[in-house]
C-alpha cells in the first residue's frame, strides 16, 4: 500500500486498537503500511519468517509488527511491535488502514433513492441515490 495515510497513526493508536506489545515510542507516526524491502523511515512493516531476517535488520521501517519469537534478533530497531502472529497483525492493521481511507458510509436510506415499495431494506444497509 503505497498511498499515505492521512492523518497518519501512531504507534500507540495502533498498540492501543490493536493489542500487542510496543517495544519503542508510542509517539512514532506511521504513514504506509510497507515491505521490509520498500519500508523507509514512515512506514510500518512486518517480519514473519526467520529467513527475512536479514531484510528486516537492513530496513528503514519505523517499527517493524514481530513475534516474540523473532523480537531477539531485532533489538537494536528502534521500535518493534510484538505479537503472538506478526502476518495476522498487519494483516488486521492493513483492514483498519482500508476503512480509515474508504469509509462505509453511513447505514440509512438517501432521499433520492429509488427503492420499490415491496423491497424489504435493512436497517442496516446503506442505499445511496443512483447517479
Same mark, same amino acid.
Given at each position: 500500500m503505497?498511498?499515505?495515510?492521512?492523518?497518519p497513526?501512531?504507534?500507540?493508536e495502533?498498540v492501543?486498537?490493536?493489542g500487542?506489545?510496543?517495544?519503542?515510542? @508510542?509517539?512514532?507516526?506511521?504513514?504506509?503500511l510497507?515491505?521490509?524491502?520498500?519500508?523507509?523511515?514512515r512506514s510500518?512493516?512486518?517480519?514473519?519468517?526467520?529467513?527475512?531476517?536479514?531484510?528486516?535488520?537492513?530496513?528503514r521501517?519505523?517499527?517493524?509488527?514481530? /513475534?516474540?519469537a523473532?523480537?531477539?534478533g531485532?533489538?537494536?530497531?528502534p521500535n518493534?511491535v510484538?505479537? @503472538?502472529?506478526?502476518y495476522l497483525?498487519?494483516?488486521?492493521?492493513?483492514e483498519?488502514?482500508?476503512?480509515?481511507?474508504?469509509p462505509?458510509?453511513?447505514p440509512g436510506?438517501?432521499?433520492?433513492?429509488?427503492i420499490?415499495?415491496?423491497?424489504?431494506? /435493512?436497517p442496516?444497509?446503506?442505499?445511496?441515490?443512483?447517479?
Amino acid at each position: 500500500m503505497r498511498r499515505r495515510l492521512n492523518p497518519p497513526f501512531s504507534l500507540g493508536e495502533i498498540v492501543g486498537q490493536l493489542g500487542g506489545e510496543l517495544r519503542g515510542d @508510542p509517539a512514532t507516526r506511521i504513514e504506509r503500511l510497507a515491505t521490509l524491502r520498500g519500508a523507509d523511515e514512515r512506514s510500518i512493516t512486518f517480519l514473519a519468517r526467520p529467513q527475512q531476517r536479514e531484510a528486516a535488520l537492513a530496513s528503514r521501517a519505523a517499527a517493524i509488527i514481530v /513475534s516474540e519469537a523473532l523480537a531477539p534478533g531485532l533489538a537494536d530497531k528502534p521500535n518493534l511491535v510484538v505479537a @503472538p502472529d506478526a502476518y495476522l497483525y498487519y494483516a488486521r492493521l492493513a483492514e483498519v488502514v482500508a476503512r480509515r481511507m474508504h469509509p462505509r458510509p453511513p447505514p440509512g436510506i438517501d432521499p433520492g433513492a429509488l427503492i420499490d415499495a415491496r423491497a424489504s431494506v /435493512s436497517p442496516a444497509a446503506t442505499v445511496e441515490e443512483a447517479v
